[in-house]
């Protein structure tokens, strides 16, 4: 089973330029999730999508960042424009449904240095 | 207060000890609980989850106290490859999840 596919890999940008990251979720999976690891840190919840619509963007700064998953399986993470504070890991995550004891399933992450 | 709580470590013991993980979470109504793996810049990955009765896995058994929002992981007969950073889990009702900042583990030979 293929698992969780994210792209770029690393990416380095200067502060104020925008970035945008790719997310493939594990085939049949209806919820996607955006995490952003800062090091040293645990992953922090940033978007929740169940198919195409959002479920929990509470913790996401919306002045900067967006994220779209508009046919339900894709998905991109926009920052517009980055801060230096944005420099993080940034996980996508897949589970089957959005059950209690539901396993989410990570990508690799994306590894984004703002400078 | 942080949502979840854990002591960063590190925790440096030798092969075949038994080490064990604390965790506390902030919110009583929280509905599940997990434990995940991450090694040196790679994704986190599922290790167990923990339910109310307690549950063993091999070498590795989690505990959940309601009462005192209080998970705790045991690792017995400790590997060198158990070195990584373990994660504390916890979804609330909304399916929010709160992650750790994760306990640090070395595994010395």
């Known amino acids: 089973e293929a698992g969780v596919a994210q792209s770029p890999r690393y990416k380095i940008i200067e502060k104020r330029q925008s970035v945008a990251f790719w997310c493939n979720p594990i085939?049949?999976?209806?919820?996607l999730y955006w995490y952003q690891q800062i090091l040293g840190q645990g992953p922090k919840l940033l978007i929740q999508?169940?198919?195409?619509?959002?479920?929990?963007d509470s913790q996401l700064p919306k002045d900067r960042f967006s994220a779209e998953r508009l046919k339900g399986v894709d998905s991109t993470l926009k920052i517009q424009p980055a801060k230096l504070e944005d420099s993080a890991v940034y996980l996508c995550?897949?589970?089957?449904?959005?059950?209690?004891?539901?396993?989410?399933?990570f990508g690799p992450g994306t590894r984004l240095t703002v400078l | 207060r942080k949502e979840v709580e854990q002591d960063p470590g590190p925790f440096n013991v030798p092969e075949g000890a038994t080490v064990a993980f604390n965790c506390t979470y902030s919110n009583s109504a929280s509905q599940s609980f997990f434990w995940y793996r991450q090694d040196c810049r790679k994704e986190p990955k599922l290790l167990m989850s923990?339910?109310?009765s307690g549950n063993e896995d091999g070498r590795f058994t989690a505990q959940l106290n309601r009462a005192s929002q209080y998970i705790s992981l045991l690792i017995r007969d400790s590997k060198l490859s158990d070195s990584a950073t373990y994660l504390c889990v916890v979804r609330w009702t909304g399916n929010q999840f709160y992650f750790g900042t994760g306990t640090s583990l070395t595994v010395i030979p």
């Open positions: 085939s049949g999976h209806a919820t």
């Open positions: 923990v339910y109310s």
């Open positions: 995550a897949s589970s089957l449904a959005a059950y209690t004891t539901d396993t989410q399933y």
């Open positions: 999508f169940q198919n195409n619509g959002v479920v929990d």
